[in-house]
């Protein structure tokens, strides 16, 4: 057997054993982005305007054999906002993804390592009024976020057209909170994990149905400093008499929701799929919130303990196609969120994409997006209606393939969220340039 490759970049090597092919990967990457937003920390009234540059080098890296793949990839982004030097940031991401398959099994492998900004991934509104955002405070701080998350799932051929899927997934969410942290309370560690399975049958080659079955569990904690008031003498007094000690209050909260769905898959043509699904939730939340104190005062030290069940809907709907002159796509659904409030939340989504190829290299599009975001809370001093919001986007964009291995992205964003406890509209504008560099590997094997 006689072995040709052809490289761009020294950055593929392959292997060859009796009946066994094995190739190793090697793939770097880099973007560099300037963007321009007037509101990025998404004030009702913004002090200044920001240019945010991001450098993100990475490589991939992994290997393709006969029956099964592995690739890892490593990106680092470097942050730096023009205005506001406080919310610089080097956010470091590591993926892996594993495939194996086989004559009727098939399994995957997902997981991934984030060190990030808050101010870019934190949707979470973690402000009781939203008229009090300012320059020191709630979600308007930059506090690091570390994720971790790992998702395997089994797929079994029953038959031809039958087939069972097993799937499991992790995620961990933690806060670098410090000290001195305004709302420290609403950067809650959590932990989410869902066991799943699925049932699928192919009815006809157009036509396919699905059962899905799932059992998660949402954990979150935490607990900040304070003062307190307490009274040091063992009769009545007014207020102006009581004295001060530290306090600490937090909470502790577990959920745990059961989840059936039945959706059905329909193939227009090649070209054209329409996909939906609907279900109930049975959620039960038990919370602990508590207050502490050396001070021995009652005051000062107090718990309580809240249960809660709760029946909801969940959905989802996407129609997609694509054509030689571009694709477009619709989607709509609605489902039960961790969230770093120490309470989960119901998403209803709403999202529209849509491209066209003006050229082979130059192609225009937009993307639409709407959410509607609502806590579920058993807390005592009940402030998920404070967290309820909806947040409108709309992103026109075009993208020039300048070589096979550049592209140029230029895009504006829209941005509108409004909170329910005080009817506030926040809103926001971007323009963005994305310059992305990948190296092109050629091969030819003989």
Known sequence: MKIKTDFLLPALVLFSTDGYALDLLFKPEFSFKERFDDNVRMQIHPKHS?????????????YLA????????????????????????????????????????????????????????????????PTQINEAGGVQLLVPR????????????????????????????????AQNLINNINYSD???????ATASHAYTERLSFNLTGAYSVYESANESPGIGLFNPFPFPVPLRFYQTAPITTGFSQKSTTFTYQAGVQYLFDEQTQLAFSAGIRDTTTD?????????????????????????????SASLARKSDWGDFSLSAGQQLNPASTGQQQTSTT?????????????????????LLSESISTFSND?????????????????????????????YSYRQQVYESNNQTITGDSVQLQFSYQPQINRQVK
């Open 190 to 196: 959590y932990s989410f994990q869902q066991y799943s």
């Open 66 to 129: 006969d029956d099964n793949e592995l690739n890892t990839r490593f990106k680092w982004n470097e942050l730096i906002y023009s205005s506001d030097s406080a919310l610089d940031f080097s956010e470091k991401l590591v993926n892996l993804s594993h495939k194996y398959q086989g004559e009727r099994l098939k399994t995957d492998l997902a997981a991934s390592y984030a060190e990030e900004s808050s101010i870019n991934n934190q949707l979470d509104p973690t402000v009781i009024d």
């Open 146 to 177: 570390n994720t971790k998350s790992v998702s395997p799932t089994v797929t079994y051929n029953l038959n031809e057209k039958s087939s069972l899927q097993l799937g499991y997934s992790y995620q961990d969410v933690a806060f670098d909170r």
């Open 350 to 370: 709403f999202s529209a994409r849509g491209r066209y190829n003006l050229t082979e290299r130059l192609s225009t599009g937009i993307n639409a997006n709407y």
């Open 50 to 62: 920001n240019f945010i540059s991001t450098l993100s080098p990475g490589v991939m890296f992994g």
């Open 287 to 315: 919370s602990t919130q508590f207050t502490s104190s050396s001070n021995p005062a009652p005051e000062l030290n107090s718990r309580s303990s809240l249960s809660k069940n709760t029946i909801g809907n969940v959905f």
């Open 383 to 411: 402030t998920s209606r404070s967290n309820n919001r909806t947040f409108i986007t709309l992103s026109p964009n075009v993208q020039w393939r300048w070589t096979p291995e550049i592209n140029l992205d230029l895009s």
